[in-house]
């Protein structure tokens, strides 16, 4: 089956046939770095990978790109209020960004370049677009005439007669109010770089223009980010590369917010909930879970019920695991994911339709363990396998199981000491003394190990918060 993709720009579900066969390539928006981020902010990254996941486990060569907003207003405001400078804020944010892409299983990006790193890109581009007619400069700032580019608002599909564009201070010698600002005009103070207009700063738009041509060239197959950035951020994207000359994204993807109270998670709110401080009280792939599973153009509604809910469902994913590698030990995952979620997955990134199917393969495989099908177990532990890789969620991945002999070592010789306790719960069983038995297990449970006696003796795991 052909992948399907919801194209913002059609307002439609489109087959997705790719510019070069057998290759992808995908922009994605990624951090403006003025701050940490929040679950919020990380759940584009957490969408976006798994759908390189699947282009990859479909055959392709994915090249994926997410940009870093480096320099803007808000890192600016942050300096000035901080009395730090501005790159000193910038980059420990933007490594706060790295370490929850990576803690939370995101695959390395092709490439994240930084804005600033491209401003000769840039120049380039004003440059033509002044000389095309599409641009002016006014009063050392540079702004791109909307009413030169007829395709303007395609996108988020407004009318140009009603637009409000969102202006910064010290925007002046505008022709129109609608136009918008591609270069800003130094202030004392603030970061600049010279260009032939006067010294100045980026604007937000024009970064992703020039890097999205730099990295992907004229034409490319996907641009994703989040909802909100549809307009201004999208619609005023697609005007300066269209106008430059190139073709831009063939398709464009965009996930939806997580909120709390119907409101969008931000920083201004005051209801941010930083991926820092979540992975304190939360295991990572369990946030991982949580964030990655409802469908990634639908809005998430943060509360802690439905973190335990996940904690509680992957739980269920992992206890099957685990009794499986007991029973059987390593088993690879399969080469081929079922019918059933590959359809899914096809059918715009269906993720809870797909994980529909991983827990009903844990449900046959824990039927095949009660009946003592060794063989059927392993055959849909391969298969749970196969499709949690696909998801980033796979437990016994190096990413989660830690990679290294240590990791294994540490848990042998916890294995050890339980088993050594579970012994003196078994000879208080076996004399009859069920007193000692209790308060042996309620001591074991207190620290967060769950006790199952089984036919072949007692087992034990990590519990649930």
Not at 42 to 58: A, P, Q, Y
Not at 85 to 100: D, K, S, V
Not at 251 to 264: C, D, I, P, Q
Request: hydrophobic content about 40%.
């Amino acid at each position: 089956m052909t992948i399907r993709l919801y194209d913002t720009s059609a307002r439609q579900i489109r087959d997705f046939i790719p510019l070069k066969p057998g290759c992808v390539s995908i922009y994605l928006c990624g951090a403006t770095v003025q701050a940490a981020p929040h679950i919020g902010h990380i759940r584009s990254g957490l969408n976006f990978d798994i759908m390189r996941r699947w282009f990859v486990h479909r055959g392709y060569d994915v090249t994926f790109i997410r940009n870093v907003t480096d320099i803007d207003d808000k890192i600016i405001a942050k300096s000035a209020e901080q009395k730090r400078p501005w790159w000193a804020i910038g980059y420990e944010n933007e490594r706060a960004f790295n370490q929850a892409y990576d803690i939370l299983g995101c695959l390395p990006v092709t490439y994240e370049p930084r804005a600033t790193g491209h401003v000769p890109e840039m120049i380039e581009m004003m440059r033509e677009l002044i000389d095309r007619g599409h641009a002016y400069a006014a009063e050392g700032n540079v702004y791109f005439d909307v009413r030169s580019f007829p395709e303007y608002l395609k996108l988020s599909n407004q009318d140009l007669d009603g637009l409000r564009q969102p202006s910064g201070e010290g925007e002046t010698g505008k022709r129109d109010p609608r136009d918008f600002a591609m270069w800003k005009a130094a202030k004392p103070g603030e970061p600049s770089w010279e260009t032939p207009w006067g010294r100045g700063r980026p604007g937000w738009h024009l970064e992703c223009s020039a890097m999205a041509h730099k990295y992907l060239g004229r034409a490319f197959d996907i641009h994703g980010g989040g909802v909100d950035l549809i307009f201004p951020h999208h619609e005023n994207e697609i005007a300066q590369a269209k106008a430059f000359g190139d073709d831009f994204a063939a398709y464009w993807a965009h996930n939806a917010w997580v909120t709390m109270s119907g409101e969008k998670m931000s920083k201004s709110l005051g209801n941010s909930v930083l991926v820092s401080e979540m992975v304190k009280r939360w295991r990572p792939i369990v946030l991982r879970y949580y964030l990655g599973t409802p469908h990634y153009r639908s809005m998430i509604e943060y509360s802690e019920e439905a973190l335990r809910e996940a904690e509680s469902a992957f739980a269920r994913i992992e206890g099957f695991i685990q009794r499986v590698v007991e029973k059987a030990g390593n088993v690879e995952p399969a080469a081929e994911v079922p019918p059933a979620f590959a359809e899914a997955m096809d059918d715009d990134l269906g993720v809870p339709q797909a994980l529909a199917v991983v827990h009903t393969t844990v449900r046959q495989g824990n039927s095949a363990l009660t009946a003592d099908d060794k063989e059927a177990a392993v055959a849909r532990l391969a298969e749970v396998r196969a499709m949690l890789g696909v998801l980033g969620l796979d437990p016994l991945d190096e990413h989660w199981s830690g990679g290294s002999d240590r990791g294994e070592d540490l848990h042998g010789v916890v294995d050890s000491l339980v088993r050594l306790v579970l012994e003196q719960r078994q000879a208080a069983r076996a004399r009859k003394d069920y007193a000692t038995a209790d308060a042996i297990r309620d001591q074991l449970q207190q620290s967060g190990l769950v006790i199952e006696d089984t036919p072949s003796g007692p087992r034990w795991e990590l519990g649930n918060r």
